[in-house]
């Protein structure tokens, strides 16, 4: 699981468990840690702002998981996000189209007792019968109005126009002319806007999706083939040309920069 940060520098972390939450962290430990019980109780992977309208999105990872948007009742003082109450919802697409049209509907018992999801009978996702789902929710991030994530179950990059609502795959591993990126996992931008994606798998690479889609590879980690320690991305934008130690998994690996395009 994963997380991600708010724009004031706090973590939100994310429990990948069926009954899992989030919590908002202090990464400098001044302040206790606290739960977020308005973003709901599922199988969380990660989360993102859209900055500019004040809503955030939340993936899930299950191979039925769910598209999520939390939009708050309102802002703290100093124009923050007020995780306290809000409107939980799930996407709904077009019948069994995958791309198109997203309609938002609300998610009517966001923290159902933890019996209930246990024995499967009020799972947020199901709340919504016709609500779309999605192979396995991975990493999330906003750029220029638009929501970008990853699913690693089927080896796609969707991208969520904010504004006009509709919902494109950017990338799709099994149709794509140069198919170098699998086991899709975190993502990133770069402040030039391309997009940086963690595989979990695959050849263990970072790839760079360009703003035209052409795909980069930027590094890789060597001799080992599988991480559920996914790199921290921030990091990678800072490395250039020099090789790095890393300990994955208890198990030390040259993480080897592949030149730039």
């Known amino acids: 699981c994963a997380g991600g940060v708010t724009p004031w520098n706090s973590w939100l972390t994310c429990e990948e468990t069926s009954t899992g939450q989030v919590y908002e962290c202090d990464p400098s430990g001044k302040n206790d840690s606290k739960v977020l019980p308005a973003l709901g109780r599922f199988k969380h992977e990660a989360v993102a702002e859209d900055f500019l309208n004040k809503h955030l999105y939340l993936t899930e990872d299950t191979p039925d ?17 007020n995780f306290s109450s809000g409107k ?70 969707w991208c ?21 990126l699998s086991g899709v996992d975190n993502i990133v931008f770069s402040s030039s806007g391309d997009l940086f994606v963690a595989e979990d798998g695959g050849n263990m690479q970072i790839v760079a999706i360009d703003s035209d889609g052409s795909l980069v590879p930027i590094l890789q980690i060597v001799g080992q083939y599988e991480s559920e320690n996914t790199l921290d991305l921030h990091l990678i934008l800072q490395m250039r040309d020099y090789i790095l130690v890393l300990n994955v998994e208890n198990q030390e690996a040259p993480l080897v920069v592949l030149p730039m395009k």
Do not use: C, M
């Open 65 to 81: 998981g769910g598209f999520y948007r939390f939009i708050p009742d309102g802002l703290t003082k100093d124009g923050k996000i």
């Open 88 to 157: 939980l919802q799930i996407a709904v697409l077009n019948g069994d189209f995958q791309e198109g049209k997203v309609e938002w509907k609300n998610i009517k018992d966001p923290n159902p007792p933890i019996w209930q999801i246990l024995l499967k009978i009020n799972e947020l996702r199901y709340q919504v019968k016709d609500s779309a789902k999605f192979n396995g929710g991975e990493g999330i991030a906003y750029y220029e109005g638009k929501i970008y994530f990853a699913t690693k179950g089927d080896n796609k990059i």
């Open 160 to 180: 969520y126009d904010t504004k006009n609502q509709n919902i494109i795959i950017l990338y799709d591993h099994s149709t794509h002319p140069n198919p170098i």
